[in-house]
């Protein structure tokens, strides 16, 4: 379906006549403002490719940039969509790629676009980070790239949708983060203080995931799960409260862990807990083996309280802390 005229402007493409590897190319480019939620769809038939995001705007800009390219064989696929920058509300915008329903079955009509958003450059380094309130994608086939953004922008909430493509994420810093495609691997380095979310199914998970806790009394949810594939996941506790005042935080942080699979390995360790953390963790895999570990448990106070699995499953307990007991750390 096309957008609703008062909802988009079409982009306007330049067009490349000649012909490179058997495909036309096209090129439109726009700007999105930072501090507006961000938002990225397409639906129609015949239409992927890949979505990617980096810090490679203009140096203190207060506006995200948007390159769209499009390649395709038949010379009159591209009029068979729109692309549009969407406005639907006051505070929201985006992009979307719509493609009418009349069109759907022609294979010849196929294009793949890479959409390529460039978050403005800090002005220096002292000035902090770039602050995005809401950023989310559904983009069905498209597989999405995140590059190294952690350390100089944060996204209060993103979630991020695909089917049949992988996610990658470089270095990720967030309030709450959700991926979620199918059939596809997902793999990268999260931060989150609220939430974080992975969802594929038979395909991989490799995770490093860094979880602060800094709501005193609200638990950090993490939940991980997958069908089919390995899951391989690195996590990293820590308080916002300092770990020699538990008058802030007397919990030291709360933790709620779940990670599952099926028909695959699992392996996840625990790289650091604060003092004082409460941890609860069910992981969960069947016909496979288990493999959970907790390097360090900071210092005495710490617990870690692992749920049995209720599937028949290899398991082997988290390293001196037997399965289904709460233990205090020495």
């Known amino acids: 379906m096309n957008p609703p005229p008062e909802h ?26 930072v501090a507006d939620t961000l938002y990225f769809i397409a639906e129609g038939n015949q239409i992927g490719g890949h979505f990617e995001v980096s810090q490679t705007g203009s140096r203190g800009s207060d506006v995200v940039e948007v390159d769209v390219e499009a390649r395709y064989r038949d010379e009159g696929a591209l009029d068979t969509v729109v692309v549009s920058r969407l ?18 079955s022609n294979l010849n ?3 793949r676009f890479h959409i390529h958003i460039r978050i403005p450059k800090l002005a220096s380094e002292s000035t902090g980070r770039v602050m995005i309130d809401t950023f989310t994608t559904d983009l069905p086939l498209f597989s999405h790239h995140l590059h190294h953004l952690a350390s100089s922008t944060y996204f209060d909430n993103v979630v991020l949708k695909t089917s049949q493509c992988s996610i990658q994420v470089d ?10 495609t199918s059939n596809a691997e997902i793999r990268g380095t999260i931060h989150a203080t609220k939430l974080l979310h992975i969802d594929t199914s038979n395909a991989r998970v490799a995770l ?7 709501q005193p009394g609200n638990p950090t ?25 538990v008058r802030l935080d007397p919990t030291g942080g709360l933790f709620d862990i779940i990670v599952r699979t099926s028909n695959a390995p699992l ?23 288990r493999e959970s570990s907790c390097t360090r448990l900071s210092k005495a106070g ?24 709460d233990a205090g750390a020495a």
Request: glycine share 8%; hydrophobic share 35%; net charge negative.
């Open 208 to 214: 490093h995931a860094g979880l602060l806790s800094d």
């Open 87 to 104: 406005i639907p509300e006051e505070g929201k915008q985006g992009i979307g790629i719509f493609r009418s329903a009349e069109d759907y």
């Open 109 to 111: 009509h196929s294009i």
């Open 302 to 325: 710490s617990s870690c309280t692992l749920r049995r699995s209720s599937h028949r499953a290899s398991q082997k307990p988290v390293q001196g802390i037997p399965l289904g007991w």
């Open 8 to 33: 988009g402007a079409p982009l306007s493409w330049t067009l490349y006549p000649s012909r490179h590897a058997g495909e036309y190319h096209a090129q439109a480019s726009t700007s999105l403002d």
């Open 267 to 289: 392996t996840v360790a625990f790289s650091e807990q604060p003092i004082h953390a409460q941890l609860t963790a069910a992981l969960n895999t069947q016909n496979a083996p």
């Open 221 to 245: 949810h993490m939940v991980v799960q997958t069908s089919n594939g390995p899951v391989e996941t690195d996590i990293t506790l820590s308080s916002a409260t300092p770990e020699d005042d």
């Open 171 to 180: 270095a990720l810093a967030g309030g709450s983060v959700s991926l979620y």
